[in-house]
Every structure is written in structure tokens, then in C-alpha cells.
């Protein structure tokens, strides 16, 4: 491969087609124009290049179309300086006589126009580890589409290729503005790239895999129902198989001498430039840039499109999360502002270019500015020690880095993995209280901490441990043939640069500035808190045990049964029950509707008529004093509002039918019963995890009910398979697996008043069960005040 020197460069004059350094009247075909860099470029060739047409690649995406993804980009921040200067009606003239929207993607771009001067190819993958075959599709198959579609068209343009200064894969000393050395075929790697779906996806689908993943999604969402199962287990083999692609990437790319698949694949796309169009009689430029950041001045400073390369890592210090880093203190951290590199790829677009000879430009700060990853490292520490960010109202103290090494940070990550993971272990066993939910959410974001170390010290190990440093010749005399008149405006002298005031001043400030954006958009209770919408069309549905009263079916169907049995047989069938209760445990584990099954077997032999009496009498009223003052408040809310209020259980409506005259609706299940005589048996299915969902769509359906404007109230990982159906789901005192899900979720979590401890009814209390006088017979009247306190209540 022909390149070109370092003398061949210095002394080229400007191109004498464009002696203002402007690109004239050129006609320019830009590609990734609704990304970060591509962005800019369009700013600047609008701003700046007045007289260019612009031709873009743009893919629709689903039903909006190129054009009008245009429209909505030409509203972005990057342009708004530009559109103040010149005005609307400078505006929609230019979009209507300067912009075409060439509809496409690139690997297929259609048919591209034949009088083309200008191209500059920056649109790639922006993920430094995407599945392998995304990655190779994006920036090889990319590649090979726009060049063969230019070959295609007849134009014969200047191409200005956008690659990075990390193409050259894992190595010490300096980087040449060169054309790469190896010799891998990058075809058969593309090849081999693209089908390595197929092969992961056919494994994926292997019994031993499937038998695993279904395994562990039963053990977590076996209460929920078998379509969650199912739906998790299938969700967990896309993930597995989207690791195991990530995985390839990584490791391919390591074993051919590049950091990750990102740069693997940048590499290809030069070499595939290359031999497709800068030696194929064509003329092409190269413009590798390094680590890209806000803009240094222009269109303001700061700008920036989102969080790029070196932003998660500032974020996550700035909150906490990383109390060490294997990063090497005086390894050289090489960032170059967005600016610098728009004003750099068109200068190259700006400057002649030999047939069959590619010019290569590295736009780096390394060789000239260097900023070591410790100063760096000060810089952010000095930032967010004088501006810290805040949690929960308090501020949060960043750490201060050892630089270790590697091994070692590796070895406490992997010590403070096993631990976080003992302990989220033991806080799952624990009963859920309001106490163990706080130990869970404190052990949820210390365990996402360790999560964003772990990826990050994998992602970002290679950029911060480099021994590498890049010449910058050509680019440097590439800003020299500048006219004095432009530079200051298009210039991109890196020496120009001081790192403190660019970190302290504009970027810093940027990027947390898009995170306290973020930070004050309404959080999930607050949403809860504001005043119910009155509307007849909405649902409030509430689950019944634990969500509404403060008692659960062993203990109905104990003072149920002690009701009905002699006191001198209490304590057998006491007993009889607490060895049954295990059981009990593991079948409600495993899935709701059983554990009810099993515990209405035992209700066999109990006359429906002494039933009844119990529910009318000290059953009942006992129910009663056990409702949780909270729930039966937002019921009322929600009525005073218009919606319809329902009260579902999956067990019997024994416990349930005192609540009656509170809600609009009670949906509960029955007993079977012969003569009078309840079986054991259920009259109909319990109404639980996904059949409750069927239910709950059909209910809606009958009564006219917006479901995504409706309320739900649950405590139970069975309820998710309902409570998912409704656009403001709150989880009440949740249980572990509940309160997890709603962290993943933003569902709001509640915590509602429970009675005073002296009124709690426990198995072994036996001074507060029923007086029973005979066999089989109650005190089924409640007492004079027992009475009032039910009236009270309703």
C-alpha cells in the first residue's frame, strides 16, 4: 500500500478547487449524519459551507421515514446557533434546495447519485463490544455496501473514511499515520463473523441449555405462572445467546491482536476501503480520531449528543460506584474534543488527494498534550469533590484510587462479588419487612456497582492501560495549510488545549448536567402521591391477603378450625398443622394455586352452615380488625374518584365476604361442598397468578375499563402476572422476589400501616381464638364492643 510521508503532506498547498477552504458549490454524500460526529459534520458543512449540496444516508426506522428523521434531527441543540443565525426562512431553503434524504442502510444503500465530489463515511457501530456479527455488519459489510454503491453510481469522489486511532490493535510505541500492517484475510473473518449466529443460536436451542435456563426460571417465577416461566426462560436464552456473541467478539478479536471487536472490525473497514476504492484508482483519505468528547468551542462548548467513550466511567466515580480502577497512573489517556475532529475531516475533504494513493490523519492529543490517566484521574476527583453528586438528599464522598494493578483490583472484585452474593443469598430467606427491604435495596446497588466495575475494568482495561502513543505528523500539517484567517474558527491544534479548564469548565459540567436532567424527571412515588383522576373508566384492583388485611390462609383456616373442634383437641390439630407448615413453604414457593389446593383439603368434614356463622360472627369481625388502615383509605380514594374497586383473592370468599360493603366488587373462589358439607376441594380454580391476568382481561373488556389507566395493589410475586397489565401498578409491603422485580420495573413500592402489635393474631396466641362451648359449635356472636368496632370499620 502506497502512503503518504510526513514530506509528501508538509508542503502540499491548498487545493486550488477550493482556495477559500470552503468545499464551493461541491455536492457531499455524508453517512451517519444522526450520529455524534455526524451531527457536527452537518452543522459545520451548513454553517460553514454555504454553497455545498448534502446528500444523506438515512435509514427509516419503522414506520418514520428518512425525511422524517431529518426534520426532527435539525431540531437538536448542535443546530440551534445556526438557526438563530440565519433564520427559519434561511432554514426551510436550505432543507428544501441543500439536503437530499438518500432512504438506506450501508451494506444495502440503493442507488446513490452520479455527480458526487465528497463523501465522508463516519456511520459505524458505537458499541465497543456488540455481538460479533452486528459488528462486522455494521462496519465491514458497511463498508463494502457504500463502496460498492459508489462504484455502482459512476460518481468518482474524494471519500473521507472515519475510522479510529485504535485500529491498530494491541501494541507498544508509537502508531504511524500509515496504512495497517497485517495480512489477515478480512473476508473470510466476515464470513465466519456473519455465521456465527446461526451456530449460537442452534446451541442455544440445545435440551441441555433449554433444560437449565427453564430450571432456573421456575425456581424465580414459578408463583407467576408457566407462560412467565416460559417468557423468562426464552428471554434468558436471547440473553445467553447475545453473551455468548459479545463472547466471540472479545475473544476473536484478542486473538488476531486487537483490544475488541470495535476495533477489529474499524480495521477491516480500512483495509476494505482500501483495496475497494483508495488503490482501486480513487482517491481516499483516512481520518482516525481517538477518544471523542464535547466540543471544545464550536457550535458551543460542551456540546455533546449523550454519554460517549469515557463518560459512563466519570459518571460512575462521580457516584461512588468504583472504589478502585485497574487503570496504569502513567499510561496516556488520548481524548480529542468533537470540534477538533469535525474541522479536521474537512480540512482532509478540503486538501488534494492522490489516485491510488490514501492520505491517513490521526486527530489525537497524546503526542503533543498528553493527559496521563492520573491527571485525569485528579481531575475528576477535584470536580466532584468540589461539586458532588447527591443520593437520597446526601452527598456522596468519591473515592480516592491506589492504582493497585490489575491482579489485584481482579482479586477484590472477585472477593467482594462472593460476598455480595452470600449476602443477597441470606436477605432472600429472611421474611420481608421493611427492614430487609432497605438491606435488599442497599444490596441491589452494591452488587449494580460491582456489575459496572466488572464491565467496565473488561471495556475499558485496554484504553487505560496503553503504551501507545500516535504520531500526528500528517494532521499537524494538515492545521498548517489553514489560512490564517480560518484557523482560529477550524482549526485543530491539540497544543491549544488546556486539559483543567476543558475538564473543569465544559466537559465535567456537560455530562452531569444531562444527568441532573435526567435526575429531576418524576420518580415512581412521587407519581403515586399525586391526586387520583376521576374518571368512571378505571379499575382498582386489590389483592386480598397481606395487600389489604394482615393475615394469611393458615391462619383463617386455623381459627376456622379451632371453631369447630373441641379445646381439648386444639393443640393435636395445632400440631398437626406446624408440621404441615414446611410443606406449606414449599408448595407456595413453587406455585400459589397448589399451596391452595393443599390447604382446603383440610377444611374437609366443616358444615358450610357453622362456616357462615363464622364469617357473620367472631370469624368475621376478626377479619375485620385485621384490615390495614392504608388499604382500606386508598379504597376509598378510589372510589370518591369513580373508579371501580375490586378486591380479588385466590383463596375462598370465607375471609374476604366481611370487606364486601368497602369495595364495588369482591371476586373470591368457593369451596366445594356435598350435602352440606364442605369436600376439600375447590369449587372452581384458584384465581391466581396468570389466571388472575386472564381474568383481570376479560373483566376489563365486560365493564368498558381502560387497563393502562387502571390501578393495581399487590404484595406477591404471583401478582406480577396481573399487576403487569395495569399502567400504575403499586406493590405493597412486598415480599423479596416482589420488591425485587419492582426495583427492575420502577413500580412503585409502598409501605402501608399495619395494626398495633397487641390485635395480631399468632398460631400459637391461643388467648385471643374463639371460645368454644361444644363440639362443632362457637361463641358465634362477637361481643357488644366486637360489634361496634366492625361498624366502626365499615
Known amino acids: 500500500m502506497a502512503n503518504t510521508t510526513p514530506n509528501d503532506t508538509a ?32 452543522e459545520r458543512l451548513l454553517s460553514s459551507h454555504p454553497d455545498t449540496r448534502i446528500s444523506l444516508l438515512i435509514r427509516p426506522k419503522s414506520t418514520t421515514t428518512g425525511e422524517a428523521r431529518l426534520t426532527t434531527l435539525l431540531k437538536k441543540p448542535v443546530f440551534r446557533s445556526w438557526r438563530e443565525r440565519v433564520g427559519e426562512d434561511e432554514v426551510a431553503r436550505a432543507v428544501r434546495e441543500r439536503l437530499t434524504v438518500v432512504q438506506g442502510d450501508l451494506a444495502n444503500p440503493g442507488e446513490l447519485p452520479g455527480d458526487l465530489d465528497v463523501v465522508i463515511h463516519g456511520a459505524s457501530t458505537v458499541s465497543f463490544d456488540p455481538p460479533i456479527d452486528e459488528a462486522f455488519q455494521t462496519n465491514v459489510d458497511g463498508a463494502t455496501g457504500i463502496y ?52 449460537v443460536e442452534m446451541a442455544s ?104 467513550v469515557a463518560d459512563p466511567l466519570i459518571m460512575a466515580y462521580g457516584r461512588g460506584q468504583l472504589p478502585e480502577f485497574p487503570g496504569v497512573p502513567d499510561s496516556i489517556l488520548d481524548v480529542i474534543p468533537v470540534d477538533f475532529v469535525v474541522n479536521a475531516i474537512l480540512a482532509a475533504a478540503v486538501t488534494p488527494a492522490k489516485v491510488d494513493e490514501p492520505n491517513y490523519y490521526q486527530i489525537v492529543s497524546g503526542a503533543r498534550n498528553p493527559l496521563p490517566f492520573h491527571t485525569m484521574y485528579e481531575n475528576v476527583k477535584e470536580f466532584f469533590t468540589t461539586n458532588p453528586m447527591s443520593r437520597e438528599g446526601d452527598e456522596i464522598v468519591v473515592p480516592s484510587w491506589r492504582f493497585p494493578g490489575g491482579r489485584s483490583v481482579e ?69 498548517a495549510t489553514l489560512p490564517d484567517d480560518v484557523t482560529a474558527d477550524r482549526g485543530f491544534d491539540v497544543v491549544e488545549i488546556d486539559w483543567h479548564d476543558y475538564f473543569q469548565n465544559i466537559h465535567f459540567p456537560s455530562i452531569t448536567g444531562l444527568t441532573k436532567a435526567y435526575a429531576n424527571r418524576p420518580a415512581g412515588k412521587a407519581r403515586a402521591k399525586r391526586a387520583l383522576p376521576v374518571r368512571s373508566d378505571v379499575l382498582a384492583v386489590f389483592d386480598f391477603e397481606g395487600t389489604v388485611v394482615e393475615s394469611n390462609l393458615v391462619e383463617q383456616y386455623l381459627w376456622v378450625r379451632l371453631s369447630s373442634i373441641p379445646k381439648a383437641q386444639w393443640p393435636q390439630e395445632f400440631a398437626s398443622l406446624m408440621l404441615s407448615v414446611p410443606k406449606f413453604l414449599r408448595v407456595d414457593h413453587r406455585d400459589r394455586g397448589e399451596f391452595i389446593r393443599t390447604l382446603v383439603r383440610r377444611y374437609k368434614g366443616i358444615r358450610v352452615d357453622d362456616l357462615q356463622q363464622l364469617v357473620h360472627g367472631s370469624f368475621g369481625a376478626a377479619m375485620l380488625s385485621r384490615a390495614i388502615p392504608d388499604a382500606l383509605d386508598r379504597v376509598a380514594q378510589h372510589r370518591a374518584a369513580g373508579h371501580r374497586t375490586v378486591l380479588v383473592t385466590g383463596a375462598t370468599s370465607s375471609a374476604a365476604e366481611p370487606f364486601a360493603p368497602f369495595f364495588d366488587e369482591v371476586i373470591a373462589g368457593e369451596m366445594h361442598s356435598s350435602k352440606g358439607v364442605l369436600t376439600g376441594y375447590l369449587a372452581t380454580p384458584p384465581l391466581v397468578d396468570e389466571a388472575r391476568a386472564a381474568w383481570l382481561r376479560e373483566y376489563a373488556a365486560t365493564h368498558g375499563a381502560n387497563l393502562t389507566q387502571s390501578y393495581g395493589y399487590g404484595d406477591s410475586l404471583a401478582d406480577v402476572a396481573w399487576l403487569q397489565l395495569l399502567g400504575n401498578a403499586t406493590v405493597v409491603n412486598p415480599d423479596t422476589e416482589l420488591y425485587r422485580h419492582a426495583q427492575r420495573t420502577k413500580w412503585t413500592v409502598e409501605d402501608w400501616t399495619r395494626r398495633s402489635s397487641e390485635r395480631q393474631l399468632a398460631p400459637g396466641n391461643l388467648a385471643v381464638l374463639p371460645d368454644v362451648t361444644r363440639k362443632g359449635g362457637t361463641s358465634a356472636e362477637p361481643e357488644e364492643g366486637d360489634r361496634s368496632n366492625t361498624g366502626d370499620a365499615r
Open 11 to 42: 508542503m502540499q498547498p491548498a487545493n486550488p478547487e477550493f482556495p477559500d477552504f470552503t468545499l464551493g458549490s461541491s455536492h457531499v454524500l455524508l453517512t451517519g449524519a444522526t450520529g455524534f460526529v455526524g451531527q457536527a459534520v452537518l
Open 148 to 199: 460498492g454503491a459508489l462504484l455502482a453510481s459512476g460518481s468518482n469522489p474524494h471519500v473521507v473514511h472515519v475510522s479510529t486511532a485504535y485500529v491498530g490493535g494491541m501494541r507498544k510505541g508509537v502508531s504511524p499515520e500509515a496504512s495497517l500492517e497485517h495480512d489477515i484475510d478480512w473476508r473470510a473473518e466476515n464470513y465466519a463473523a456473519r455465521s456465527a449466529r446461526r451456530r
Open 205 to 308: 436451542r440445545q435440551p441441555e441449555v433449554l433444560r437449565s435456563l427453564l430450571a432456573k426460571s421456575r425456581a424465580a417465577l414459578g408463583k407467576v405462572g408457566p407462560q412467565a416461566v416460559a417468557q423468562d426462560a426464552e428471554a434468558a436464552r436471547i440473553e445467553w445467546v447475545n453473551k455468548r456473541l459479545i463472547d466471540y467478539g472479545r475473544i476473536r478479536a484478542e486473538s488476531l491482536g486487537w483490544t475488541d471487536v470495535y476495533t477489529l472490525t474499524k480495521a477491516f473497514a480500512e483495509r476494505a476501503a482500501e483495496e475497494l476504492w483508495g488503490t482501486a484508482g480513487h482517491r481516499l483519505s483516512i481520518v482516525r480520531p481517538s477518544i471523542i468528547e464535547s466540543a471544545l468551542r464550536h457550535p458551543f462548548p460542551g456540546w455533546l449528543d449523550g454519554f460517549k
Open 411 to 479: 482479586r477484590t472484585l472477585r472477593l467482594q462479588e462472593r460476598l455480595a452474593a452470600t449476602a443477597d443469598n441470606a436477605v432472600a430467606r429472611m421474611p420481608s419487612t421493611t427492614r430487609t427491604r432497605k438491606w435488599t435495596q442497599a444490596l441491589h446497588q452494591r452488587q449494580r456497582g460491582l456489575d459496572q466495575l466488572r464491565y467496565f475494568a473488561e471495556l475499558y482495561r485496554a484504553y487505560v492501560q496503553t503504551e501507545l502513543i500516535f504520531d500526528d505528523r500528517n494532521t499537524r500539517a494538515l492545521n
